[in-house]
């Protein structure tokens, strides 16, 4: 398995705290003797910077899985109100 990230799929933006961001990414099971490679799951990370007399650093990162596929056609969106 990978985990990859398509080229310009890290977006920063500033904010009046420092910075946020979202970063795409999916993981792959490798192909192996011709076989297609599978897409496991995808989706992004949700950033959240501070610049520290360090330099930049994580305040919080969270994922958020992009729902498609089989699993996706099970799950159903909730009602609008």
Not at 10 to 33: C, F, M, R
Not at 41 to 54: F, I, P, R
Request: hydrophobic share 30%; net charge positive.
């Amino acid at each position: 398995m990978a985990v990859c990230r398509p080229p310009g799929g890290h977006i920063i933006d500033p904010s009046p705290e420092g910075a946020t961001g979202k970063e795409y990414l999916a993981i792959v099971d490798l192909s192996e003797n011709g076989k297609p490679g599978v897409v496991h799951q995808g989706g992004h990370y949700e950033d959240v910077y501070v610049k520290t007399a360090q330099g930049w650093r994580f305040k919080s990162r969270q994922m958020v899985r992009s729902l498609s596929g089989p699993q996706a056609a099970k799950t159903e969106a909730p009602a609008p109100r």
